[in-house]
């Protein structure tokens, strides 16, 4: 009995020293969250990512993975993101990543990493998004990422990679974003991409793809962009693309007609009998004929790989052989320009992001017009304009240094342009909410180049007049961005934490947190005056500006429920057109003074009017004020003021705004006061 009792005890013993040794092994990890297999994963990725060791120093086999540069951990302590572009990696990418279980973005775009897409990848199938865009990634794209459910976002484009697109990739059911532009792919266009519903931008650009394009594709609801250029394309293009006006590119691809589309010439009957996906010869990826996805209109009378060619079919198949050839060795010379410049470029790193639903990589902006400062230079650190002082502008070193930030620091607050921060769109600007490193939240205003004045220094004269704008009723700027790679500006402001005054109008009865107590919306009056007055005036050294574009959208309300005009200025960065287009709104709600359709100029008395028409709105609480003038005018207050008020409210005070209202939106300039003389009635 008591040998048996010694044995037991010793098995016992035996058992804790055998933990308490595998604990010590797994204690640092277990301590921190992360498993052991997530830190070997991870050593393991540092060593091919960086043979050298010159970049990752941070990623220590004993410490703590949540904190290696680049990387971010989720809530559970398990590594979520990896984020390191732009870092100068030159090697390959280990299949070891494939064991980061709960990744959800994995972003290494802008090095020069070489060798293959793991195919392991696929086993990641919680991930978002996946960029390995702008490296020298080779080899084909693996058939596997078409088994990555969650995927919203693939880019790859920028590499060398050959082969044909996957059909398999038509299983990608949440997919966004396709970027596969710039390498060496070949082969039809998959008819299976027309299965991807939720697509909205496909960039298949600067391949080697031949054959029609699918007309499923062109039925895609959501799709914005599809640009196909500078491919061997041929055959009929669907008319469904029509819809997509400029979002939809082609050229160079000679072998197209279509009926709808100006630069397209119409389909003759060679086109539609046999628009063969295969081009003539063996496909220089290798590919044999049937491994190459066909297209979705293939309506030629083929039988497995032979088809029926008549000897016209043939001189058309010749002739177009060789204009393709001879298109491919030009835009190729070309291609190989555009894309060495492009990879002297450098973005900064990003310690912590989240999924992004947008494409960060807008490199394909290289390749169209030259319209703007912000694509058409070289600039000497490649993103910043104002980066080497030039001169003739009037920046000075400090203020251009206190104002700039750089891309990694908007990418990073907005969590990669993430659609969960979007807070709204424009025709010439998006908008999104951000949080900088230190805490501060922003809201960022991106403007594409397209966007923007073409003459550099009238640009950089408008990012002054931004950054001398300074007053307790205008949104601050705190800074902005040039990102040449993206082909964008980014004016970074403080947010506003209660929207704009648009969202306290037309408020039903039952709404009372955005029902405006009556001393809020004289406040609000007076200090909307006081932010058009300060604009008007040439205080504080800074020149008189008009806004332009005033409105209730364009009146924020902070957490105090003081108002503060956005937009100041604005319209000193945008094109002429742009500006124009932005005013079909203004003019739809009444804003825009009537004598500027005969002039078509802006002055402040144009302000003037826009904020008459504000004090309507804010009295009587409605978006729409056209027939309330006519009741201001005839002394009705009672039908003129906001009844969410249920009476409670000054009638003194009520009729002196409504005074300034009529004499604000007077028909005639000269009949309407100046805005001094306006805060003085306001103040009085």
């Known amino acids: 009995m008591g040998s048996a009792l010694n044995h037991f005890l010793l098995l016992c013993l035996s058992l804790l020293l055998n933990h308490q040794s595998s604990s010590s092994s797994s204690s640092s990890a277990a301590a921190l969250g992360t ?17 050298e060791g010159r970049v990752l120093s941070s990623w220590a086999g004993g410490g703590d993975p949540c904190h290696f540069e680049g990387v971010a951990c989720n809530e559970h302590g398990k590594v979520a993101n990896i984020s390191l572009q732009g870092k100068g990696l030159a090697g390959t990418i280990s299949p070891s990543v494939s064991r980061l279980r709960w990744l959800s973005g994995l972003y290494l775009h802008y090095n020069a990493l070489g060798g293959e897409v793991p195919r ?52 990608l059911k949440n997919l966004n974003v396709l970027a596969l532009q710039s390498n060496r792919l070949a082969g039809a266009i998959p008819a299976s991409l027309g299965d991807l519903i939720q697509l909205t931008r496909i960039d298949l650009s600067f391949n080697k793809l031949f054959g029609s394009i699918p007309v499923k594709l062109a039925q895609l609801p959501r ?258 961005c040039c990102s040449r790679g993206r082909g964008e500006c980014f004016l970074v402001y403080d947010f506003v934490a209660n929207g704009s005054l648009s969202e306290y109008l037309d408020v ?39 806004h332009q574009n005033l409105s209730a959208e364009k009146v924020l309300i902070n957490h105090h429920f003081a108002p503060l005009l956005s937009g100041s200025g604005l319209h000193k960065l945008l094109a002429d057109d742009v500006v124009f287009s932005t005013l079909k709104g203004s003019a739809a709600m009444g804003y825009l003074a009537p004598e500027y359709t005969t002039t078509g100029r802006f002055t402040e008395k144009s302000d003037v009017y826009a904020f008459g028409v504000i004090i309507f709105q804010v009295l009587t609480g409605k978006t729409r004020v056209t027939q309330l003038r006519l009741g201001a005018e005839g002394g009705k207050l009672e039908d003129l003021v906001d009844e969410n008020l249920n009476g409670n409210f000054s009638k003194p005070e009520a009729a002196k705004l409504a005074g300034i209202a009529l004499m604000c939106t007077s028909e005639a300039p000269s009949q309407r006061p100046k805005m001094e003389a306006v805060l003085k009635e306001l103040s009085s």
């Open 223 to 480: 799709l914005r962009i599809l640009d196909l250029r500078n491919n061997t394309l041929s055959g009929n293009v669907p008319s469904e693309l029509v819809r997509l006006d400029g979002g939809f590119q082609f050229g160079n691809n000679t072998g197209l007609c279509g009926v709808g589309f100006s630069s397209l010439r119409v389909c003759t009957s060679a086109d539609l009998i046999n628009p063969r996906p295969e081009p003539l010869g063996r496909d220089p990826s290798g590919l044999k004929p049937q491994e190459i996805p066909q297209s979705a209109n293939l309506t030629a009378d083929c039988n497995d790989s032979h088809c029926d060619n008549t000897p016209r079919s043939s001189a058309v198949s010749v002739t177009a052989g060789i204009v393709a050839v001879l298109v491919v060795v030009m835009v190729s010379g070309l291609f190989a320009v555009a894309w060495y410049r492009r990879r002297k470029q450098r973005i900064g790193s990003s310690p912590e992001i989240s999924g992004s639903r947008l494409s960060t990589d807008q490199a394909k902006e290289v390749h169209r017009k030259n319209a703007s400062p912000l694509i058409s230079l070289e600039y000497s650190n490649g993103w910043d304009p104002l980066a080497d002082g030039r001169s003739g502008v009037g920046f000075s070193q400090e203020v251009s240094q206190s104002f700039r930030f750089n891309l990694e620091e908007v990418e990073c607050a907005t969590q990669y342009f993430s659609e969960v921060n979007l807070l709204g769109k424009s025709n010439f600007a998006s908008t999104y909410k951000g949080i900088l490193r230190d805490g501060t939240v922003v809201a960022v205003k991106s403007i594409n180049k397209s966007s923007c004045k073409s003459e550099e220094a009238e640009f950089l004269k408008g990012l002054k007049l931004l950054t001398l704008l300074h007053h307790e009723n205008l949104v601050v700027l705190r800074g902005f």
């Open 35 to 51: 498993e052991p297999s997530e830190l070997s994963a991870l050593m393991e990725l540092k060593s091919s990512l960086d043979p």
């Open 120 to 171: 392991e990848l696929a086993s990641l199938t919680g991930l978002l998004d996946l960029y390995l865009n702008v490296n020298n990634l080779s080899g084909t794209i693996p058939e596997e990422i078409g088994t990555m459910a969650s995927l919203q976002v693939l880019q790859l484009c920028y590499n060398q990679l050959t082969g044909s697109i996957p059909t398999q990739l038509g299983l």
């Open 508 to 546: 039903k009865p039952n709404d009372k947190g955005r029902i405006l107590d009556w001393s809020v919306r004289v406040s609000i009056i007076k200090g909307i005056g006081k932010g058009i007055d300060y604009l008007h005036s040439n205080r504080a050294k800074k020149p008189p500006l008009v």
